[in-house]
């Protein structure tokens, strides 16, 4: 097996429209099971747009990653330090990319970047419905904390458990 290039890049506000491409792709193929189309073309245009996203970056202090691997975008992360703790808001990786370690890959970074600034913990949401997602942060040691329906406007709502992973040192 062939080592291939794989980079987790910062990305500029310019690149947002870039970001929000992958986000439309991967929402509509991968939250069809756990939400409905209309909360799917909600929740993009909110959260994952270009102008969202370049707001995140700009006024909000989120940092954006994209992730390529033999130069072609296989998908996306976003974290924001706060209270001690990183935030991973957003890991996605294109359906056709999955199964090849890029999210544990990202993982990696995403540890290295609460080392590097002294955070004791990531903490992330996720649906409580997406079995699939909470084995995968079970296997990487994020345990659930609290449950959370968080009221997003037009009628919607995300019913999430909270899940957290403390950071240890020499820990990936």
């Known amino acids: 097996m062939t080592q291939e290039a794989w980079a987790c890049r910062p990305v500029q506000a310019e690149d947002s429209a870039a970001v929000a491409g992958l986000a ?10 756990l939400l409905s189309l209309e909360q799917i073309d909600y929740m993009v245009d909110k959260f994952q747009s270009p102008g969202a996203i370049a707001d995140q970056i700009a006024q909000q202090g989120y940092e954006y990653y994209l992730m ?3 130069g072609a975008d ?6 924001k330090a706060e209270g001690g703790k990183l935030f991973l808001s957003k890991l996605y990786v294109l359906k056709a990319h999955r199964g090849r370690g890029y ?6 970074v995403i540890m290295q970047l609460c080392r590097e600034r002294g955070l ?3 903490w992330l ?3 409580r419905h997406n079995e699939g997602s909470i084995a995968v942060y079970e296997k990487k040691g994020f345990k659930k904390v609290r449950e959370q329906i968080a009221d997003i406007g037009n009628g ?10 403390e950071i240890r040192e020499g820990e990936e």
């Open 103 to 108: 999210a544990s890959r990202a993982m990696a």
């Open 120 to 122: 004791g913990a990531v």
């Open 74 to 79: 296989v998908g996306y992360m976003a974290v």
């Open 156 to 165: 919607y709502v995300m019913d999430d458990f909270i899940m957290e992973k």
């Open 68 to 70: 390529r691997a033999d």
């Open 24 to 33: 439309s792709e991967i929402w509509h193929e991968y939250y069809g099971a």
């Open 125 to 127: 949401t996720v649906n």
